[in-house]
């Protein structure tokens, strides 16, 4: 059965403070385990009439956050993923964006594993991204929890979907990842149930539904 999640619309402009009154999405399913390790991770997601405004906490004391560049392997990396289909009803390709501790990015797009392509020449700028951990105190983090928060403007997407009418009642597929390949404990949890033998993200018919309020 698919999880389903209503994404509340906000005026802009748009504070921090908002996520407050926005529900929390928790990624509690980790189908692959084999160490016992699943970080309490969640996320909030809303939209304006400018973007999709998209705010991550993962509960890890320890964390690893070596990539640096745009469309580095970052999964490797302590991780968290959104995944979507903007218009499910008439286009299959979706887009992956991953994000490690510090920010950094892989931006994908296309129809599945095989048939896609990573979005290359852009500035983190568009995104507007927010982290809780800086790249030069990645050796002193000892918090409890490490956090993200970044937009994509409906404006970036239409490059890539087209125009796009987003209106209350829209259904957007997707999903939302919380992995790390290579940190002390190797996990990988998501937020809709995907049922591949092996750690497979790249399963859209695996996404749930995002309900545009």
Not at 163 to 182: L, M, P, Q, W
Request: charged residues 30%.
């Amino acid at each position: 059965m698919s999880e389903t999640y209503v994404i509340k619309k906000i005026m802009e402009p748009f504070t921090d403070d908002v996520w407050e009154q926005i529900p929390t999405l928790r990624v509690q399913n980790f189908p692959w385990d084999e160490n016992g390790y699943k970080p309490e991770t969640i996320a909030k997601i809303c939209y304006s009439d400018k973007a999709i405004h998209v705010f991550l906490k993962s509960y890890e004391k320890k964390i690893r956050a070596v990539y640096e560049s745009i469309n580095d392997p970052v999964c490797r990396d302590s991780c968290m993923e959104f995944f979507f289909i903007l218009n499910p009803e008439s286009d299959d390709r979706y887009m992956n964006m991953e994000m490690n501790p510090i920010g950094t990015f892989l931006l994908g797009f296309g129809k599945d594993r095989h048939s896609r392509f990573k979005i290359e020449g852009l500035s983190p700028d568009i995104f507007n991204i927010k982290t809780s951990v800086k790249k030069d105190r990645i050796n002193q983090y000892n918090g409890e929890y490490w956090t993200l928060q970044y937009e994509i403007p409906f404006s970036f997407l239409e490059k890539y979907y087209g125009k796009t009418e987003i209106r209350s009642g829209k259904i957007i597929k997707g999903n939302v990842y919380k992995c790390g390949d290579d940190t002390e404990y190797p996990h990988y949890g998501c937020w809709n149930r995907v049922t591949s033998e092996k750690p497979d993200f790249h399963r859209p018919e695996c996404f749930g539904d995002f309900i545009l309020e």
